[in-house]
């Protein structure tokens, strides 16, 4: 168990750092005193141990966002859910290496299969997406755009934390200006 935890928090660090493909497992084992072979009884592959620290780490994630999920759907609450997003992605460095860095979520998947990296959904995307069903369904948010696609759309604001070095000193106008305008334009409120 101590292991575990040892090579669990380890691989955190590491791949918030560095990624996936330069954590050697020598970097990941030294740490809990394992040799590099015996790295092999506790997970599979280096990818293995990434999604383990994925699922870690999405119930943190989602007690972020349940707060927000919990109260009813308007405009106000979908900006609150953006911008429960720009946090994560600005406090927890493993989720925004996973976000910067889509080519190793993509190693993930071909290693060990999407139905494992899927194990993370119920804790981040399947709360998000029924929200907003429950939205559309109360006639809030807009019916005629698939579930999915507003969950693309509600991601494109880390395009803008990602890139905060474009904005100066307007980075926070900015963000706040979409995040504002997106939930107005989901919606058919003008609340905001």
């Given amino acids: 168990m101590r292991i575990t935890a040892d090579l669990l928090?380890?691989?955190e660090r590491l791949y918030a750092s560095q990624?996936?493909?330069k954590t050697s497992l020598e970097e990941l084992t030294a740490p809990a005193g394992i040799s590099k072979a015996s790295f092999y009884a506790f997970f599979d592959s280096k990818e293995t141990l990434y999604k383990e620290v994925m699922i870690r780490r999405a119930p943190l994630i989602a007690?972020?966002?349940g707060e927000v999920f919990r109260r009813p759907v308007s405009a106000e609450s979908l900006a609150e859910v953006m911008g429960t997003w720009t946090v994560v992605l600005t406090t927890d460095p493993f989720y925004r290496r996973l976000f910067t860095h889509p080519?190793?979520?993509r190693a993930v998947v071909r290693r060990i299969?999407?139905?494992?990296?899927?194990?993370?959904?119920?804790?981040?995307?399947d709360p998000l997406l029924d929200y907003i069903a429950k939205g559309q369904a109360d006639g809030v948010i807009d019916s005629s755009v698939r579930p999915e696609i507003i969950l693309g759309v509600i991601?494109?604001?880390?395009?803008?934390?990602?890139n905060r070095h474009l904005y100066g000193d307007t980075y926070d106008d900015v963000?706040?200006?979409?995040?504002?305008?997106?939930?107005r334009?989901?919606?058919?409120s003008d609340e905001l």
Wanted: glycine share 8%; aromatic share 2%.
């Fill in 9 to 11: 928090d380890t691989a």
């Fill in 19 to 21: 990624g996936l493909k």
């Fill in 63 to 65: 007690r972020r966002h």
């Fill in 103 to 105: 080519e190793e979520l």
């Fill in 113 to 125: 299969g999407a139905e494992e990296v899927a194990r993370v959904t119920p804790y981040v995307i």
């Fill in 155 to 162: 991601r494109t604001i880390g395009l803008i934390v990602m």
């Fill in 175 to 183: 963000l706040e200006t979409t995040i504002k305008t997106l939930a």
């Fill in 185 to 188: 334009g989901l919606t058919a």
